[in-house]
């Protein structure tokens, strides 16, 4: 009983400590959104026909970059910190689900 007891504890003070900092360049959820989009869309030409991209010569991760005006590490940072917060990274990745859904559907009509 006791050591079950030791477990609670240590899981409910570990489940309350933050995992990471937010990052002092963490892109907001709305254009973290939108990147993710975006990287998905880039990633599915990319391997329906990725000479489509070759031959525009689109680089998907510079075109992002530029786009959004944000560089790697402040993507990667922020990536990581909506990873560490598994409701949030989830509705981000809903979103865009529901976005290319919805797009998928308007261009069958």
Do not use: H, Q, W
């Amino acid at each position: 009983m006791k050591k079950a007891l030791c477990i609670l504890c240590v899981l409910f003070f570990s489940c309350a400590e933050k995992l990471l900092e937010k990052p002092e360049n963490l892109i907001n959820k709305d254009k973290m959104i939108d990147i993710v989009e975006d990287l998905t869309l880039l990633k599915a030409a990319n391997s329906t026909n990725g000479s489509v991209l070759e031959r525009y010569d689109i680089e998907a991760m510079n075109y992002i970059y530029e786009k959004y005006s944000i560089d790697s590490v402040g993507l990667a940072e922020s990536n990581m910190y909506y990873a560490s917060l598994p409701d949030e990274y989830t509705e981000i990745y809903t979103v865009v689900e529901e976005r290319i859904k919805t797009e998928r559907d308007r261009l069958k009509e």
